[in-house]
């Protein structure tokens, strides 16, 4: 059964340091890899997607993708209070009719 | 701005009454995903349709049905609700299912929060 693990957390830091978000997959065929924000109460939100090995940055997000380790990483550089919410990961198997595995999340929390 | 919209954004229902979620798009994709959330978990994808093309979930309940009219529309239809029905009900979008060029990239619309008393 594929599979994608995230460490529920919370994970908490200060305002300003940069938050390490991890998430490992099963899957070793997966092509595609999403990042979304989820707020409490609210639907989830793309922040981020990457398709090959190494780094994709986006403003203070940088995704990191490792296909070897079956290992994709978020960071979030100069946190904010804002950043405080529960970050999905998404895995999309290549080619064929397939749809997304989502982690369960992992609760990001900076504290001013 | 292009967008996916649900409606209602709360829906209270009694036990055994049917009740129908909504969901429109404005972006033109070709699939839409209809995913039931509970706290503290991932969203569980019910059904999608990619175009006409229905695709349900082997551990999708009866009870849960879905019709899409046309390609902006799609609708969410459980029969008879039961207290383990109620959930954040998500709709998604994207061009496509599989792919690296971003055409699997999903867009969720706001949620249906349903209660059931």
């Known amino acids: 059964q594929k599979e994608v693990e995230q460490n529920s957390g919370p994970l908490s830091v200060p305002e300003g340091a940069i938050a390490s978000l991890n998430c490992t997959y099963s899957?070793?065929?997966?092509?595609?890899f999403f990042w979304y924000r989820q707020y409490s109460g609210k639907s989830p939100e793309l922040i981020m997607s990457?398709?090959?090995?190494g780094d994709k940055e986006d403003g203070r997000f940088t995704a990191q993708l490792n296909k070897a380790s079956q290992y994709v990483s978020l960071l979030i550089r100069d946190s904010q209070p804002s950043d405080s919410a529960t970050y999905l990961c998404?895995?999309?198997?290549?080619?064929?009719?397939?749809?997304?595995?989502f982690g369960k999340g992992t609760m990001l929390l900076v504290s001013p | 701005d292009a967008m996916v919209i649900q409606n209602p954004r709360y829906q209270v229902t009694q036990f055994g009454k049917p009740v129908t979620l909504s969901c429109s798009q404005t972006?033109?994709?070709?699939?839409m995903y209809w995913y039931q959330q509970k706290s503290s978990q991932a969203p569980k994808l019910l059904f999608h349709?990619?175009?006409?093309?229905?695709?349900n979930e082997a551990d999708t309940p009866d009870n849960f049905q879905s019709r899409r009219p046309n390609t902006s529309f799609c609708f969410l239809d459980i029969r008879s609700p039961g207290l383990g029905d109620a959930a954040m009900y998500l709709c998604?979008?994207?061009?496509?299912?599989?792919?690296?060029?971003?055409?699997?990239?999903?867009?969720f619309g706001p949620g249906t929060r349903l209660t059931v008393l």
């Open positions: 990457i398709y090959s090995n």
């Open positions: 899957d070793r065929v997966s092509q595609s």
């Open positions: 972006l033109n994709h070709n699939v």
């Open positions: 349709y990619y175009d006409k093309d229905f695709n």
């Open positions: 998404a895995v999309n198997p290549p080619s064929g009719y397939s749809t997304l595995t």
């Open positions: 998604a979008t994207s061009r496509a299912t599989s792919g690296t060029s971003g055409d699997n990239e999903q867009f």
